[in-house]
Structure formats: structure tokens, C-alpha cells
């Protein structure tokens, strides 16, 4: 099978050891591709940079997650703007909103979200949302700022089926991490998971956290070689072949990222 981590965070100090051998057990695992996600200015450099360094496995998005929203600036945003010109660059993310640990106010998350929709959609790049305890704010402020051209995946999703059906419906795809592994967290999750069309689903690890299970009873970190687990359960939910079911996923992460599925460092 040939599986493509949506989502991970590569540039993360505790990869800093065994880099290589990370990407090793990656390509071992069948993980051909893999994003880097950036949550602020120093780390979206990073992403990008590992992308030059490892232009055959991995792609690199740019961002400002919303824990750290109370330190954007428009000058942030100006270096995001112009390492999003970088080639490697396939997305704008992960940005959204977190009301769970509120790490920065409300009206920074809010604020700065709103500017990353309007450059990500100016420079027709597809989004990457990050969503926790918003109760519907997020889409409320998707449906206050529409573009009907819009391509963004809801990253780990963790919402309510009434929250699910509203993405689907704004033509989202939908990224699954090892949460639907896990046994008592993972139930609403597995539910769910049968209505997601088959060519709207994506698969993630969010390395180094969320490691799945079986491997979450060994191992405190997580890596992309995990994200096998990740297709296996959600193949096993949906009780489809895995890999036929890895053949459409990988499909929809080129076509959301707008990649070559032969040839997926190449743009299309």
C-alpha cells in the first residue's frame, strides 16, 4: 500500500535524534509522502526547509495555529505569504480555532484566522483546520467569509455528525488520526466514520502526538510510520479492503494538495 501522512509535525525537537531513521520506518510502512504542518513563523521555515532537504518524501504547509495566535503579527504573515510562494508549499495550515485550552483569547484566534482564510484564499491554497470546542464558531465564521473555490481538510477530526455533514456539504475533506484507534475516545469517532464519502477521507498521524494504538501502549511519540495503523482501523470500520480504500485516500490527499498521485513532489 502507499499511504501519504496528511498531517505531521516533523520539524518537532523530538525528532531531532533520529530523523533519518524516521523516514526510514516511514518508507518501511509504505508512508511515500508526508506533510509538515506549520503552527507559527519559525516552524513553518522549518517545514519547509526539511521539504528541500527531503523533496521525494516530504511537503511542507504554512501557518499560525491558534495556541499561537496572541503572538501573530501582520509581518508574521508577510513571512508566511512569501515562504508560501516556495514550490515544497502545498497548503495554508494548520489555523483554526481551540477553545479547549485557550492558550490565546478568543478574539486573536478569531482575528488572525480570518486574515490567514483571506491570504490562503487569495493565493488559492488549500486550508488546514484545526477545530477543537468551538461550538459551530468555526463554521460560523467559514459561512461569514464563503469562497466557493475553497479546498481545505478539517484536520483530526473530533466534531458532532451535524458538524461533519456541514463540512462535507462545503466540500471538505475530512483527516483521521490514531483517535480512531483508541478504544473508549475513538467510539463517536468510528460512528461516524461510515458516512464520510470514500473520496473525502484522509488519513494523518499529527506526529509526535495521538500515537495510535497498538503502538500508543509502547511508545510515547508518535511518527508517520504509524499512520498503517490509522488506514487499517478505519478500513475495518467502514469494512472495506485496505488497499483499495489506501488507493482512494492517497488519491484524494494529490488531489486536495494538488500533486501528481504518480509522481506526488510534482505539482499538477
Not at 463540512?167 to 466514520?193: D, H, K
Not at 498521524?205 to 495521538?210: E, G, H, K, N, R
Request: aromatic share 8%; glycine share 4%; net charge negative.
Amino acid at each position: 500500500m502507499k499511504l501519504f501522512d496528511s498531517h505531521c509535525h516533523l520539524d518537532d525537537s523530538d525528532f531531532d535524534l533520529d530523523f533519518s531513521d524516521v523516514l526510514h520506518r516511514a518508507k518501511m510502512s509504505g508512508v511515500n509522502q508526508m506533510l509538515i504542518a506549520g503552527i507559527n513563523g519559525a516552524t513553518s521555515r522549518r517545514a519547509v526547509d526539511l521539504s528541500h532537504l527531503h523533496p521525494d518524501l516530504l511537503v511542507a504547509a504554512v501557518g499560525v495555529h491558534p495556541h499561537n495566535s496572541k503572538s501573530c503579527s501582520e509581518a508574521t504573515l508577510d513571512h508566511l505569504r512569501m515562504l508560501s510562494a516556495d514550490p515544497k508549499v502545498v497548503a495554508w495550515g494548520e489555523i483554526g480555532l481551540d477553545f479547549n485550552r485557550m492558550r490565546s483569547p478568543r478574539k486573536d484566534q478569531e482575528y488572525w484566522f480570518v486574515r490567514q482564510l483571506e491570504i490562503a484564499d487569495a493565493a488559492d491554497l488549500p486550508l488546514i483546520f484545526h477545530e477543537r470546542d468551538s461550538q459551530g464558531r468555526l463554521l460560523e465564521l467559514l459561512e461569514n467569509y464563503p469562497n466557493s473555490r475553497r479546498k481545505a481538510v478539517v484536520h483530526c477530526f473530533s466534531g458532532t455528525e451535524t458538524e461533519l455533514v456541514r463540512y462535507l456539504e462545503m466540500g471538505f475533506y475530512i483527516g483521521i488520526t490514531g483517535i480512531v484507534t483508541i478504544r473508549q475516545r475513538g467510539e463517536s469517532l468510528r460512528r461516524m466514520i461510515p458516512l464520510i464519502p470514500p473520496d473525502r477521507i484522509l488519513i494523518e498521524t499529527d506526529a509526535p502526538y495521538l500515537t495510535p494504538t497498538p503502538q500508543r501502549n509502547k511508545f510515547r511519540r508518535n511518527e508517520p510510520a504509524f499512520v498503517r495503523e490509522v488506514l487499517l482501523k478505519v478500513a475495518e470500520v467502514r469494512q472495506e479492503s485496505p488497499e483499495i480504500l489506501a488507493k482512494q485516500i492517497w488519491l484524494n490527499t494529490c488531489t486536495l494538495f494538488g500533486l501528481d498521485p504518480e509522481t506526488p513532489q510534482s505539482s499538477v
